[in-house]
Nanobody, 122 residues
Framework: QVQLVESGGGLVQAGGSLRLSCAAS????????MGWFRQTPGREREFVAA????????RYADSVKGRFTISRDNAKNTVYLEMNSLKPEDTAVYYC???????????????WGQGTQVTVSS
């Protein structure tokens, strides 16, 4: 069992930056690929980024490539999402997720966090 708790969301102006954090419980954090998703009202949850267990492999949605960076610190059981050049369309609830591998992150995460709100004003 893995529990995930996100933090770092908030209100930011367009063009600004935010860093989200996701703290994981348990000793098996390094056994999971980690990812971020986001969701806006009335829409399906959308994949944002994923990172392999070692941190050596990443995947990004086309909409965030070049602006967002996912990273992890296995010693701190934490995964991060650095978000730069934010746009109003990035406004959403952002969720952290854990999966068996990067390749299955989009379709079958095993665990979810509770989400953190990111609002980008124009």
């Amino acid at each position: 069992q893995v529990q995930l708790v996100e933090s770092g969301g908030g209100l930011v102006q367009a063009g600004g930056s935010l860093r989200l954090s996701c703290a994981a419980s348990g000793r098996t954090f390094s056994s999971y690929a980690m990812g971020w998703f986001r969701q806006t009202p009335g829409r399906e949850r959308e994949f944002v980024a994923a990172l392999s267990r070692s941190g050596g492999s990443t995947r990004y949605a086309d909409s965030v490539k070049g602006r967002f960076t996912i990273s992890r610190d296995n010693a701190k059981n934490t995964v991060y999402l650095e978000m730069n050049s934010l746009k109003p369309e990035d406004t959403a609830v952002y969720y952290c997720a854990a999966a068996q591998a990067v390749g299955v992150m989009k379709d079958s995460p095993d665990y979810w966090g509770q989400g953190t709100q990111v609002t980008v004003s124009s």
